[in-house]
């Protein structure tokens, strides 16, 4: 009896990576078919949610793995779409966008569309957790607040693409003389905040806007935010600062800085001034707001051969059952094959 083949549904938007994608969709699928999925696509419109939707719609109709292929904008949206559901499929990505930053936590190749669909057919996956703000927003990546966030709904967007994250930095650097401090209360699972800050991040992973050292210790898997409030706005200090970062992480020991491990926190600005909120790279609401970390909440696709095993929290038996679902499913793919071969 020949067995089912399980189903994939590419959500790609065409106009990512000076339209890269669009010139490899045909190999992506021809790829993944070669790896035992009955596939499809579905190229994403100016419309608004229109990867979340597709996400939504393919998620309920069974579909056993989606690949998102762009940005962080539109991995985001298709997050979006499958959170909420009962029952997720898999998620692997494509990364053809300007940081990429969730492709750099996930290790998987940049600028190279096919070799990132190569790395589906490693089986290699961990069970993600996402971020949960409001109802019914969802975050893979980061939350953040202040004065510096506001560069990413000032670049252009054909800036963003002709000049990658070069047009960030110097957006950043306009940005910095007008840096200011807000007082704000932050509830945390360890107590309380109360304070003047300039900057705050949520952090899920440790690649933040390109640079791989904003939250060292974070690890994707184990329920845990990264909170991070810079509690300076003077220019000299923020460049300080950074220049630690850069050196291996060396920020979050000082003094202006408070480093906090939380699995939800609350903030609460404490003047009239708006604080908006920024998710993966965009608006996202303003505060007060509510974040919750979905622990272990959706399985992607990653190379973990070469993520530091300090970013992932398994323990032995989890391992030992990764391992079990690992042979399970080069099984099942060889059952596939063989009966591809005697049909």
Do not use: C, W
């Not at 996402?130 to 990413?152: H, M, Q, R």
């Not at 000049?163 to 509830?187: C, D, M, Q, T």
């Amino acid at each position: 009896m020949k067995r089912r083949k399980k189903k994939a549904r590419v959500i790609y938007n065409p106009t990512s990576g000076q339209e890269i994608i669009k010139k490899n969709i045909a190999d992506i699928l021809d790829i993944l078919e070669g790896f035992g999925y009955e596939t499809s696509a579905f190229q994403t419109t100016p419309e608004k949610d229109s990867a979340k939707n597709e996400a939504r719609r393919a998620g309920q109709a069974g579909f056993e793995l989606i690949v998102a292929a762009g940005g962080d904008g539109t991995i985001n949206e298709v997050v979006n779409g499958i959170a909420p559901l009962k029952h997720r499929p898999r998620l692997a990505i494509i990364p053809t966008g300007t940081t990429n930053d969730f492709a750099r936590a996930l290790k998987v190749p940049r600028g190279n569309p096919l070799e990132a669909a190569h790395l589906i057919g490693k089986h290699q996956t961990i069970h993600m957790d996402i971020g949960k703000a409001y109802e019914d927003s969802y975050f893979i990546n980061i939350a953040a607040a202040g004065s510096l966030t506001e560069l990413t709904y000032s670049v252009p967007s054909q800036l963003k693409t002709t000049f990658g994250y070069l047009a960030y930095l110097a957006k950043g650097v306009e940005l910095l003389p007008r840096v200011s401090n807000v007082p704000v209360k932050i509830r945390h699972d360890h107590g309380e905040f109360e304070g003047d800050v300039s900057m705050i991040f949520v952090a899920l992973t440790n690649s933040v806007g390109g640079f791989e050292q904003l939250a060292p210790d974070a690890k994707l898997d184990d329920g845990m935010f990264t909170l991070i409030l810079v509690k300076t706005a003077n220019m000299i200090e923020i460049v300080h600062l950074i220049r630690l970062m850069i050196q291996g992480g060396k920020h979050i020991d000082d003094r202006r800085i408070e480093y906090i491990k939380t699995n939800e926190l609350t903030i609460t600005p404490l003047s009239d001034q708006r604080m908006m909120i920024n998710l993966d790279g965009e608006y996202g609401g303003d505060a007060p707001i509510h974040l919750e970390n979905l622990k272990n909440h959706i399985e992607f696709f990653a190379n973990t051969d070469e993520i530091a095993d300090e970013a992932i929290s398994l323990d032995e038996a989890e391992l030992k059952a990764l391992a079990e679902k690992f042979a399970n499913e080069v099984e099942d793919l060889e059952q596939y094959e063989e009966a591809s071969d005697e049909a």
